[in-house]
């Protein structure tokens, strides 16, 4: 009787076994497979992300492309906001305050204050004929979320032989930002063909300021080293080409994103040896 019982419980295990493995057939593991939709589902995001990015980069090439105006309200008030941020830290505004409107009212736009900050003339507009808009764009940006930095580096009082003007030369480092995302041409370009910094800017968020972010990044870098090797106006050209190379070589290092890259180029000592002759990527 034990026997009996013994091998029809065992019989109903097995039963019981066959009808788990029925019911499980549903589900058939291919690890290649699996492997593979993975990575395509990678891929299919990462495509989605670039022509995203690439219609904000259309947005982009927009504004570089039009002219700033005291005739546009949307401008001016651009401008009153570099005013506000960036001009009440200058050595002359401490001496002699003049708000926004009454410079506007008094000058119509055009203001020795705006040269203090770094602008090559009394009226900015002709400073933001290569890059437009965006350009004002990136000021602004740079003068709303970097204002303690921005605090330092407007007031500090420098040598005539240490000067460089900071307004212009930072639309010249939106410039080196545009040419290595090749933004003027990206949107006729496939996937394969885009610069490094590009293909690392796509594993932003859409809406993020990814490219605005790495501008405050390079301006603040830029200031330091030009503080701390006692640079001359003579050798901005060098220090702009030694910044464009080194920024090339991390990015060759293929960082794994913007965030990191970002983090090297605040880290970074090489930098401040560009006086020297020898390869600083080396």
């Not at 419980?9 to 097995?14: G, V």
């Not at 203090?116 to 808009?133: H, K, V």
């Not at 932003?204 to 605005?212: H, V």
Request: aromatic letters at 14%; charged letters at 25%; proline letters at 2%.
């Amino acid at each position: 009787l034990l026997i009996f019982k013994f091998a029809s419980q065992e019989k109903q295990q097995h039963q019981e076994a066959e009808e788990a493995e029925e019911e499980f057939d549903f589900f058939e593991f291919d690890a290649a497979q699996d492997l593979y939709d993975a990575f395509s589902s990678h891929r299919h995001r990462y495509l989605r992300n670039f022509y995203a990015h690439l219609v904000q980069f259309h947005g982009m090439c927009e504004r570089m492309s039009t002219e700033v105006s005291w005739c546009v309200d949307g401008h001016v008030r651009q401008l009153e906001k570099l005013w506000d941020a960036l001009v009440v830290h200058t050595a002359e505004y401490g001496a002699q305050p003049v708000s926004f409107a009454d410079m506007r009212a008094l000058k119509n736009g055009s203001h020795s204050y705006w040269k203090s900050i770094g602008f090559q003339g009394d009226n900015p507009l002709t400073d933001f004929r290569g890059m437009g808009l965006f350009a004002l764009d990136a000021l602004v940006y740079l003068a709303t979320h970097e204002q303690t930095h921005c605090a330092v580096m407007f007031s500090k009082t420098r040598d005539a032989a240490n000067y460089y003007p900071l307004c212009a030369s930072f639309i010249n480092l939106v410039h080196l930002l545009c040419e290595l995302t090749n933004a003027r041409t990206a949107e006729q370009l496939d996937i394969t063909q885009q610069t490094p910094l590009l293909k690392l800017l796509v594993y932003e968020a859409q809406d993020s300021d990814a490219l605005l972010q790495l501008f405050c990044v390079v301006c603040r870098v830029f200031d330091n080293v030009w503080r701390a090797t006692k640079s001359m106006y003579w050798d901005f050209p060098k220090l702009y080409q030694a910044f464009r190379a080194r920024i090339e070589f991390m990015l060759s290092k293929e960082p794994k994103s913007l965030q990191t890259l970002m983090t090297w180029l605040e880290v970074d000592t090489y930098i401040f040896e560009y006086k020297e002759d020898a390869d600083i990527n080396q």
